[in-house]
């Protein structure tokens, strides 16, 4: 079975100081791992993605998460983040057995990222 | 990008009596449509999974007669919460899927807060 925790149920931040969201999973298969936000009263968007390749993955709005297999962790990072960044951030995993649509997806309990003017 | 809608965003019942949400793919065709419930601080937890025209598949642990699913349509499905219990309450999150397209690129919607007393 997999899980994924996020240790942080709430950031705050300075407006233009770097952040971090701590995201560590648990799986007996390799996964697939993902970071979505979600803005007051939207739904949950894909900010990015890590499949295969470079372990460094860009998303949008200037976001970034590294994959750490050593670690298990999948780290989401903004060297400095604006007001419109304040959102919850979900970290989820899609176990490796065949992605497709019928795959499921693991979430955390989420981060909520407040940012102070 | 695509969008889809739920309705209602809130939603206050007495205890006992039942209560639908529709989740609605506003501009695109959606085979596969997921429903999640999330409790507060807590993870989304995956409660069905239903295809167009066919039975929802439901999540070990949650109650297909008390959690019906309705995907009649390729833009419409329903989870209607019977004989809700004040421990039923919680925000009901729903997303769909294109066919034949990975899991990670469902779109969600903004989700619907019950509260039942």
């Known amino acids: 079975a997999q899980s994924v925790t996020q240790l942080d149920s709430q950031v705050p931040v300075f407006e233009e100081a770097p952040v971090e969201l701590r995201c560590n999973y648990s799986?007996?298969?390799?996964?697939?791992l993902f970071w979505y936000v979600q803005y007051p009263n939207q739904g949950l968007q894909l900010l990015l993605k890590?499949?295969?390749?470079?372990?460094l993955v860009k998303g949008i709005n200037g976001f970034e998460a590294e994959f750490n297999k050593s670690q298990t962790s999948f780290h989401l990072r903004k060297p400095s983040v604006h007001i419109s960044d304040t959102a919850e951030y979900f970290c989820?995993?899609?176990?490796?057995?065949?992605?497709?649509?019928?795959?499921?997806?693991?979430f955390g309990s989420g981060t909520r990222l407040s940012i102070r003017p | 990008g695509a969008v889809v809608s739920q309705h209602p965003s809130r939603v206050i019942c007495k205890s006992g009596t039942s209560v639908k949400i529709e989740c609605r793919s506003l501009?695109?065709?959606?085979?596969?449509m997921f429903w999640y419930r999330q409790f507060p601080k807590q993870s989304l937890m995956l409660m069905a999974t239903?295809?167009?025209?066919?039975?929802?598949?439901?999540e070990q642990g949650v109650e297909k007669d008390k959690f019906l699913i309705n995907h009649a349509s390729l833009t419409l499905s329903t989870l209607t919460v019977t004989s809700a219990h004040p421990e039923d309450s919680s925000f009901y999150i729903c997303?769909?899927?294109?066919?034949?397209?990975?899991?990670?690129?469902?779109?969600f919607g903004p989700g619907t807060r019950l509260t039942v007393l």
């Open positions: 997303s769909a899927l294109s066919s034949g397209t990975p899991a990670d690129t469902q779109y």
């Open positions: 989820a995993v899609i176990p490796d057995r065949g992605y497709s649509s019928a795959s499921k997806i693991i």
């Open positions: 890590y499949l295969s390749g470079s372990t």
């Open positions: 239903s295809n167009e025209g066919s039975k929802a598949t439901y």
């Open positions: 501009d695109f065709q959606a085979t596969t």
């Open positions: 799986s007996s298969v390799s996964v697939y």
